[in-house]
């Protein structure tokens, strides 16, 4: 009986601990970033291209002669307040969105372009990205290897990444003339990377590589954190390589990580040791 007592006790303390932990995990680091995340702030580049940082992944609307192009969808609110901007300027041309994945930040706004083109990677199947989106809303056009729009303004490059790297099929999308790269959650800005499922860190320096000199882009909207300049590919490359390094030699590895203390991030799953992590299986 008396041992009956004892384990009972343990095992609500484990259960109080738990639940404290869970309490200061959520407090602390997921209702700032939930709070962060949600924040939208709207960057017009110029007269036809509009940034949309936050609220999501951060999401680009783009006027053009024959159409409006809107890259991810976001989630919640900003993504009602994304589509009605894109309807509002679009003065009835049609509305092609492009994902630069399928993860929830960047799809979360979808079904609202029901009956749109939606553009997708290509190494995704159709099962999959009802599984991973809930959304029974698919892609009208999966891009294997490239897709090119060309219009009196501008040329649009729309290139599927051919390894997994932040997922199986991610795409970036490339407007020539402005030479500004969205690259979807393959590059972010002072944020660590959630590296899950398919995700493969290795896979990560591949697609950034096979990018660095694809095109001459000057401008970059990473898929989270503020648009930039090159600086920004090039700083988030130095990381992904700094925790492969991290991985390969532990006795750098703190110095490495006090590179990017001030990087947003939540412990376990989106922080630096997580990437190391995925760096050494
Ligand atoms: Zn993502």
């Not at 017009?44 to 999501?56: E, K, P, S, Y």
């Not at 030699?249 to 990087?263: C, R, V």
Request: net charge positive; with cysteine.
């Amino acid at each position: 009986m008396k041992l009956v007592k004892t384990i009972l006790k343990i095992s609500a303390a484990c259960i109080v601990l738990f639940l404290l932990g869970g309490f200061v995990y959520y407090s602390q680091y997921i209702k700032p970033f939930k709070e962060q995340m949600s924040k939208t702030m709207l960057v017009n580049f110029d007269m036809n291209l509009m940034v949309v940082q936050g609220g999501g992944g951060n999401s680009g609307i783009l006027l053009l002669d024959s159409m409006v192009l809107v890259i991810d969808s976001k989630m919640y609110e900003a993504a009602k307040e994304l589509y009605a901007t894109a309807k509002k300027i679009s003065d009835n041309k049609p509305i092609v969105l492009v994902n630069t994945h399928y993860h929830p930040d960047h799809v979360g706004g979808n079904d609202l372009y029901s009956g749109q083109t939606i553009i997708a990677g290509g190494n995704y199947s159709p099962q999959q990205w009802k599984n991973e989106t809930g959304s029974a809303n698919l892609p009208t056009i999966w891009v294997k290897d490239s897709m090119v729009i060309e219009t009196k303004s501008e040329k649009i490059s729309i290139l599927n990444i051919p390894n997994a790297a932040h997922t199986e099929s991610d795409i970036v999308v490339y407007l020539h003339n402005k030479k500004v790269l969205f690259t979807g959650d393959l590059v972010l800005n002072k944020q660590v990377p959630m590296i899950m499922g398919a995700g493969n860190a290795p896979g990560y320096l591949t697609a950034l590589d096979y990018l660095r000199h694809r095109y001459p882009f000057s401008t970059v909207v990473p898929g989270h954190g503020n648009m930039g300049s090159r600086k920004v590919f090039d700083t988030f490359s130095q990381y992904m390589l700094d925790m492969k390094e991290a991985a390969e030699h532990p006795e750098k590895k703190d110095e490495l990580i006090s590179k990017y203390s001030d990087w947003t991030h939540l412990p376990f799953f989106m922080s630096h040791n997580a990437t190391i992590r995925k760096f050494k299986l």
